[in-house]
């Protein structure tokens, strides 16, 4: 955990540790509005009620947050892990300008091959896509290094401690 | 190549050192630099290399079974795999799929393959419109450029020279002045054209056959939005790209940032077993919509990789996974950038494999001279491919399938086992120890005639050999005839074979006695056998028969001696590398491996004397004498030029080192009418680190011939050979 958040440092993504209960109040604190989502999936908490789910295309685009589980952490990399879902996760995390990133500490692996090793498995048997997104979305070719090209200008990482 | 070739070739680069080149150095280096420190910071940094090149080897061979695998997993995912035998069998394909789909506009994310194919004028000509949403491929659509270089398409222009396209061609509202700036308005005007699209095509840059997953290595976030705001996807990518299995991808996605731009890893890695399962988005009729609505084809590129694969030199080029690192590591490549060093589609070392097996000899050789064999991309490439191989080969049948001009300015003077149509350049440098041996029986006749202004002219013209250039001055007294009077050594600890390399022999004698005294004062016995030609300077020339021929007679003439338990010493870095690199391909294994494990650079040899328990006080005390050291580049590449600095500094000298990963000479490059400009943008380097207030008084030293001359150019003191600073 603590190569985990060392390196969510390193890319520029900032954390909250939380418990499932508080969940909700952790996500109000780092969403401003508007800001649509996906529901957490069990064990990970609520969403609070200012998030909308199943956003319209028209929504997406207007939403300043999205919040979305993440289905792995992995140490090395401070990486989330975003799967695809019917409800969304990858549009949800990636139109809006900030997203807030949803995982269980539990589910935070050592390495890159772990967490191949464990969606090698998904994929195979069901077809599955994830996102392995580390940091903001960054672009260097207008001359500099910038922050925020097509994706996330920030990302903040919601660490649930059952 | 004509006088005129070599005189429009010469302005072109000239005109892209001028225009691009500072751009091109900033970045490429950065990306350089950012290599070094990110793979510092891997556990294990060699074993995933060799990881990495384990599958990729593995996949190549498989590649028809693994395809037929991925097929089968694409279809059961509900997505359609196509193999294209070339470039209008693929466009054909795509052109089909978004008539089929009534589509009028396409959005791209980077993807080298659908350039190679033109798949964008193809697209076109059916009137339909294609957006690249890669904002660096997007400015170059914008200004109607090609890339330069096969991560940053366009790292060549500048923030200010971005600012006017985009001023000049859309009059925005705001003024457009930083990167961020530009960012937005980019982000902006592109968000529009994505969701408009019918049609998303991406690039994959692998893509694995147990479950048809492809893994797309990315950082805007523009191939994400592509795939899922469109929901009909197509993604072209070479055949070499599928490797097995998902887990497979590990050190791949561990390397590739790393390896290329010095990032530990991108901002996204997309792993995609489409159709995706997310659900459809209709902007116009803001409705969402369910993923089985999502259409997917793979279109996998033949394009001649086929063929490649069943080419022995050609085929580790399939291994190659795009990363950049040898068109940044490369010395000549940060000068001058991929619009001089690359073809119609890939830029940098390997892009002559890619060149060479995908359009052909002819555009392979129109770059292909810009790989110096310096070797520096070799450790850098992270599926371990000899890129100076590949080059060294496709010069080698470029030369067997050109015209005969001026063959007979150097025909007769040089006999060799080259076609007779061979630039006469290329024989004239190539044939290197013919000059040497006459250079030196003829001193100072031959330094006199090689001065004078006619025949420098006519050396120009008919060869392309720079007149800016001092030529080599041959010693009238050869190393060889000087160490035939020496006194033997009295019960001497060990023998040496002292390989007397023909810069060594008729030019820099005076390194090489210094050599031999060094050597004798640490209680060993030397001898100079009676074979001076390595074989370097033809196999720098792609003339790969002359070189073989002297390569067989180096170990006709060392293996005995190792074999009697003498050791060779090689003062030469080049020739060193040579016998530990190249020889591997010009002799048979038995004698390669003799030979390589046989012997020794100089100062490794010095070092090992010392360590051994040879008294150091019988070298040269060096007193804190300041020093500025500037190693070989294929010296570094085998990691011995430490042993140099562990030698001056054990001795007591003061030295700092070179970081550059080249001097830009090599060999006989630097000498080249039409390179003379780069190679002297490459020693600018050197020249401004040996320049400082820290390092202006140091005494210069360096170990390959061509860095020597080099430096001798560039700086106004002189520099020598570090054995000559330690022989008493
Ligand atoms: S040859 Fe090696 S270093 Fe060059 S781009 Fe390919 S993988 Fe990278």
Redesign the interface.
């Known amino acids: 955990m603590d190569r985990f958040t060392e390196r969510l440092a390193d890319f520029d993504v900032s954390y909250t540790l939380t418990a499932p209960d508080d969940v909700a109040a952790a996500i109000e604190d780092v969403t401003t509005q508007p800001a649509i989502g996906v529901e957490l999936p069990d064990g990970l908490g609520d969403l609070p009620e200012s998030v909308e789910t199943d956003p319209s295309p028209a929504e997406l685009r207007e939403a300043s947050t999205g919040v979305t589980e993440a289905r792995l952490g992995i140490a090395d990399y401070g990486s989330l892990v975003l799967p695809t879902t019917a409800d969304g996760v990858e549009p949800i995390s990636l139109f809006p300008e900030h997203h807030v990133g949803v995982v269980s500490s539990e589910d935070v692996v050592p390495g890159m091959a772990d967490a191949l090793a464990d969606l090698g498995e998904c994929f195979r048997d069901a077809s599955g896509s994830a996102v392995v997104a580390t940091g903001p979305s960054a672009t260097a070719d207008m001359g500099a290094l910038v922050k925020g090209a097509h994706g996330p200008k920030t990302v903040h990482a919601i660490i649930v401690e059952p | 190549m004509t006088g005129n070739a070599r005189t429009t070739k010469a302005e072109h680069i000239r005109h892209l050192l001028e225009t691009e080149g500072d751009a091109v150095a900033a970045n490429t280096q950065g990306f350089n630099d950012g290599r070094y420190e990110s793979v510092a910071d891997l556990e294990d940094y060699e074993a995933l290399k060799e990881e990495a090149r384990a599958i990729k080897e593995d996949a190549i061979e498989r590649l028809p079974d693994l395809v037929d695998e991925l097929r089968e997993a694409v279809e059961?995912?509900g997505g359609t795999l196509y193999l294209a035998d070339d470039a209008a069998d693929a466009n054909r394909y795509v052109r089909d799929v978004v008539a089929d789909v009534d589509g009028d506009s396409v959005v791209k994310s980077k993807s080298m393959t659908t350039e190679e194919l033109e798949l964008n004028d193809a697209l076109e000509a059916d009137d339909v419109e294609v957006v690249e949403?890669?904002?660096?491929e997007w400015?170059l659509q914008v200004a109607d450029e090609a890339p330069s270089h096969i991560v940053?398409p366009?790292i060549h222009?500048?923030?200010?020279s971005?600012a006017e396209l985009f001023t000049e061609v859309f009059d925005p509202d705001e003024d457009l002045e930083?990167?961020?700036d530009?960012?937005?308005f980019?982000?902006r005007k592109?968000?529009e054209k994505?969701?408009d699209a019918d049609v998303g095509v991406t690039g994959a840059n692998f893509v694995?056959a147990?479950?048809?997953?492809m893994a797309l290595v990315t950082?805007?976030?523009?191939a994400?939005?592509t795939v899922?705001?469109t929901d009909t996807h197509v993604a072209v990518a070479g055949v070499e790209k599928v490797i097995p299995?998902?887990?497979d991808?590990?050190p791949f996605?561990?390397l590739i940032g790393r390896s290329g731009?010095g990032q530990?890893?991108?901002?996204?890695?997309?792993?995609?077993?489409?159709p995706?399962?997310?659900?459809t988005?209709?902007?116009d009729a803001?409705?969402?919509g369910?993923?089985a609505d999502r259409e997917f084809h793979l279109v996998l590129v033949d394009n001649g990789r086929m063929d490649m694969r069943e080419d022995d030199d050609l085929r580790e080029t399939l291994y190659c996974i795009r990363c950049s690192a040898c068109s940044n590591s490369c010395a000549n490549f940060q000068q001058v950038g991929g619009h001089a060093f690359g073809g119609e589609t890939y830029s940098g070392g390997i892009a002559t494999g890619w060149e060479a097996g995908i359009e052909g000899l002819d555009v392979a050789a129109e770059f292909n001279d810009l790989c110096t064999g310096c070797s520096r991309c070799v450790n850098a490439c992270p599926v371990g491919i000899d890129i100076p191989w590949i080059n060294t080969v496709v010069r080698d049948r470029v030369n067997r399938g050109e015209d005969a001009e001026f063959d007979w300015l150097v025909d007769g003077l040089v006999p060799d086992a080259e076609p007779a149509g061979l630039d006469p350049q290329k024989r004239l440098f190539g044939n290197f120890s013919t000059l040497a041996k006459l250079g030196s029986a003829t001193a100072p006749v031959s330094n006199w005639l090689s001065d004078l202004s006619v025949s420098r002219g006519l050396m120009e013209r008919f060869v392309g050999v720079d007149r800016r250039r001092d030529l080599p001055t041959f010693q009238r007294e050869t190393l060889r005839e000087w160490a035939a009077d020496r006194p033997p050594v009295r019960n001497p600890d060990r023998q040496v074979v002292l390989f007397p390399d023909l810069y060594t022999n008729h030019v820099q004698v005076e390194r090489g006695k210094a050599a031999v005294r060094a050597l004798e004062a640490l209680g060993v016995a030397v001898r100079l056998p009676d074979v001076t030609a390595s074989g370097r300077a033809p196999l720098s020339q792609g003339m790969l028969a002359t070189a073989r021929e002297h390569a067989t007679d180096v170990a006709d003439a060392l293996v005995p001696h190792v074999e009697a338990g003498r050791d060779v010493v090689v003062v030469e870095p080049s020739d060193y590398a040579l016998f530990q690199r190249e020889y591997e391909r010009l002799l048979d294994e038995d004698r390669y491996e003799t030979l390589a494990d046989g012997s020794y650079e100089v100062f490794e040899y010095v070092y090992g004397l010392l360590a051994n328990g040879a008294d150091a006080d019988a070298l040269a005390d060096g007193s804190g004498e300041r020093v500025a050291y500037h190693s070989h580049c294929q010296q570094r590449t085998l990691g011995v030029e430490t042993y140099t600095e562990a030698v001056l500094d054990d001795l007591g000298f003061d030295v700092v080192t070179s970081d550059v990963e080249c001097c830009g000479m090599a060999g006989s490059f630097g000498y080249k009418r039409e390179y003379y400009d780069v190679s002297m943008a490459v020693g600018e380097d050197l020249a401004t680190q040996f320049s400082t207030d820290e390092t202006v008084d140091r005494t210069v030293v360096a170990s390959g011939t061509s860095c020597l001359e080099q430096l001798d150019d560039l700086l106004a003191r002189p520099s020598k050979h570090p054995i000559e600073l330690v022989a008493p």
């Open positions: 059961e995912n949403t890669d904002l660096g400015v940053a366009a222009k500048s923030r200010e971005i930083t990167a961020a530009l960012t937005m980019a982000r592109l968000a994505i969701v694995t147990d479950s048809g997953t950082s805007e976030g523009n994400r939005k899922t705001a299995s998902v887990e991808l590990a996605v561990e731009t530990d890893i991108t901002s996204y890695v997309s792993l995609l077993t489409p995706v399962g997310s659900p988005l209709d902007f803001d409705e969402t369910p993923a």
